[in-house]
């Protein structure tokens, strides 16, 4: 019989699920989720009576039956390599979307829950499919927007918060689900595919209390940044880059285009958006697409130190009015184009 629990280390998280021989509160340190040092490692506790699902990043199953290793984070920030992303190799939507679902998954439905701050490392990053995440998750880019980048490649959507995904999937729509509360999504870029004209690198929807959508980068795709109704208090957008959009850098509506059976709420927030940026060039959209696009909206809109260049035909702001003329209103300022 054992009095204290054993150590041991291993060179990846593969020689971890291989181990057999293991008792309650036996302690491992990896040294890499592939290799040594790739930020994939770490340490880890043996559970044997615990029976959560795997998901290969807090929770690593023995390849012999019965237990569970638990990652053991020590005031660390969780980063989407210890799920199993890998930087310009395969496909890492699934890893990225099991780091999102354990790390800011919801508890019950009164909106308690695991919330806290996943890191995007330096380096790029692949997936072929859509991302969707609470929106108090702080999604967190590391260095400067351009030191981090996601790549999409498919005709559909790179991020998407829950609420916006319910709205466009027919999933739950009551108050609860309606608004992205404490949504903070900042330093990294999001990068579609050239042949992507109607998905968007981020979707939100009814922007809430303490939101903000900062430092970050947007380029190819449909939109930037499409958000579904302008929210309340209003949507807070801070020095973000787009560029080459087929439709809008930034797109902000009321109603789901052309389909004014799907009215989301136009919007009463009051919109703030500083330091947009962007460029574009691309021949297939140069005379329709619009730099910022305020759509069936009555949300007071104050857009200040823009900078935006290229062939933007549809307009620096395309505004389509909607709902009271005493409600809403457009501010622009300091800004420079050509």
Same mark, same amino acid.
Request: aromatic share 10%; hydrophobic share 35%.
């Given at each position: 019989m054992?009095?204290?629990?054993a150590?041991?280390?291993?060179?990846?998280?593969?020689?971890?699920?291989? $181990?057999?021989? /293991?008792?309650?509160?036996? $302690?491992?340190f990896?040294?890499?989720?592939?290799?040594?040092?790739?930020?994939? #490692?770490?340490?880890?506790?043996? =559970?044997t009576?615990?029976?959560?699902?795997?998901?290969?990043?807090?929770?690593? &199953?023995?390849s012999? &039956?019965?237990?569970?290793? +638990?990652?053991? $984070?020590?005031?660390?920030? &969780?980063?989407?390599?210890?799920?199993?992303?890998?930087?310009?190799?395969?496909?890492?939507?699934?890893n990225?979307?099991?780091?999102?679902n354990?790390?800011?998954?919801q508890?019950?439905?009164?909106?308690?829950?695991?919330?806290?701050e996943?890191?995007?490392p +330096?380096? *790029?990053?692949?997936?072929?499919n859509?991302?969707?995440?609470?929106? !108090?998750?702080?999604?967190?880019?590391?260095g400067?927007?351009?030191?981090?980048?996601?790549?999409?490649?498919?005709?559909? /959507?790179?991020?998407? *918060?829950?609420?916006?995904?319910? =709205?466009?999937?027919?999933?739950?729509?009551?108050?609860?689900?309606?608004?992205?509360?404490?949504? =903070?999504?900042?330093?990294?870029t999001?990068?579609?595919?050239?042949?992507?004209?109607?998905? %968007?690198?981020?979707?939100i929807?009814?922007?809430?209390?303490g939101? *903000?959508i900062?430092?970050? #980068? @947007?380029?190819y795709?449909?939109?930037?940044i499409?958000?579904?109704?302008?929210?309340?208090?209003?949507?807070?957008?801070?020095?973000?880059?787009?560029?080459?959009?087929?439709? %809008?850098?930034?797109?902000i509506?009321?109603?789901?285009?052309?389909?004014?059976?799907?009215?989301?709420g136009? #919007?009463?927030?009051?919109v703030?958006?500083s #330091?947009?940026?962007?460029?574009?060039?691309?021949?297939?959209?140069n005379?329709?697409?619009? @730099?910022?696009?305020?759509?069936?909206?009555?949300?007071?809109i104050?857009?200040?130190?823009?900078?935006?260049?290229?062939?933007?035909?549809?307009?620096?702001? /395309?505004?389509?009015?909607?709902?009271? &003329?005493?409600?809403?209103?457009?501010? !622009?300022?300091?800004?420079?184009?050509?």
């Amino acid at each position: 019989m054992r009095i204290e629990a054993a150590t041991v280390q291993v060179p990846n998280i593969a020689a971890l699920e291989s $181990l057999s021989t /293991n008792y309650d509160g036996d $302690l491992a340190f990896v040294e890499g989720y592939y290799t040594t040092g790739d930020r994939g #490692g770490g340490w880890f506790k043996f =559970l044997t009576n615990n029976t959560a699902t795997p998901d290969w990043g807090i929770y690593i &199953p023995r390849s012999t &039956p019965g237990g569970r290793w +638990l990652r053991l $984070l020590n005031g660390e920030t &969780p980063n989407i390599i210890m799920w199993g992303a890998r930087k310009n190799v395969g496909d890492s939507t699934t890893n990225i979307q099991n780091a999102v679902n354990a790390w800011g998954h919801q508890l019950d439905g009164n909106g308690s829950g695991d919330f806290s701050e996943l890191l995007f490392p +330096l380096g *790029t990053f692949n997936i072929t499919n859509t991302i969707v995440f609470n929106s !108090i998750l702080h999604l967190r880019g590391e260095g400067s927007p351009s030191s981090t980048t996601i790549i999409l490649t498919g005709n559909t /959507n790179a991020f998407e *918060t829950k609420t916006a995904n319910d =709205l466009l999937h027919g999933g739950l729509n009551n108050s609860f689900y309606g608004y992205d509360h404490g949504l =903070l999504v900042e330093g990294f870029t999001v990068r579609l595919e050239t042949n992507n004209t109607s998905g %968007a690198g981020l979707v939100i929807r009814n922007p809430g209390e303490g939101n *903000t959508i900062r430092n970050m #980068g @947007f380029a190819y795709g449909g939109y930037g940044i499409r958000c579904l109704s302008a929210g309340a208090p209003g949507l807070r957008l801070m020095n973000v880059g787009i560029s080459e959009h087929y439709v %809008a850098g930034v797109s902000i509506e009321g109603y789901l285009p052309a389909d004014s059976a799907n009215y989301i709420g136009s #919007g009463g927030g009051q919109v703030i958006i500083s #330091g947009l940026s962007g460029d574009h060039s691309r021949a297939d959209s140069n005379a329709t697409a619009s @730099f910022l696009r305020i759509w069936r909206c009555y949300a007071g809109i104050s857009f200040r130190d823009f900078k935006a260049e290229g062939q933007w035909g549809g307009g620096i702001v /395309n505004y389509r009015y909607y709902g009271d &003329p005493l409600v809403g209103e457009l501010i !622009i300022e300091g800004g420079t184009y050509n």
